[in-house]
């Protein structure tokens, strides 16, 4: 019976581990595609009434801005394993800046 409980409590936590996060990144979103609902408006208005343009521009927006957030970090990752495998001169840095 102690494994059994043991097992069940393991279960919930590792879903709640699971879980939680993902429930606050989704909530992070759409908090931020609705912060930007008012940049795209002006956008969303040249589209026809039915579609739902402010939300899905808003949200394509966001979007890419996490597009591009993962391609500056996967750039600077990449510079700094290609510094990392140079030897590095300090004098020379500082002459090109």
């Known amino acids: 019976m102690k494994q059994f409980g043991q097992f069940v409590l393991?279960?919930?936590?590792r879903g709640l581990l699971i879980i939680i996060p993902l429930y606050l990144a989704v909530l992070l979103l759409l908090k931020a595609a609705k912060s930007l609902a008012g940049l795209v408006r002006p956008l969303?208005?040249?589209?026809?009434?039915w579609l739902p343009a402010e939300g899905a521009?808003?949200?394509l927006l966001v979007l890419f801005v996490c597009f591009l957030v993962s391609k500056i970090t996967q750039m600077l990752d990449v510079s700094a394993v290609l510094l990392a495998n140079q030897p590095?001169?300090?004098?020379?840095?500082?002459?090109?800046a």
């Open 57 to 59: 521009l808003s949200l």
């Open 88 to 96: 590095f001169d300090r004098d020379e840095v500082v002459q090109t």
């Open 10 to 13: 393991s279960s919930l936590v």
């Open 44 to 49: 969303a208005m040249l589209l026809p009434e």
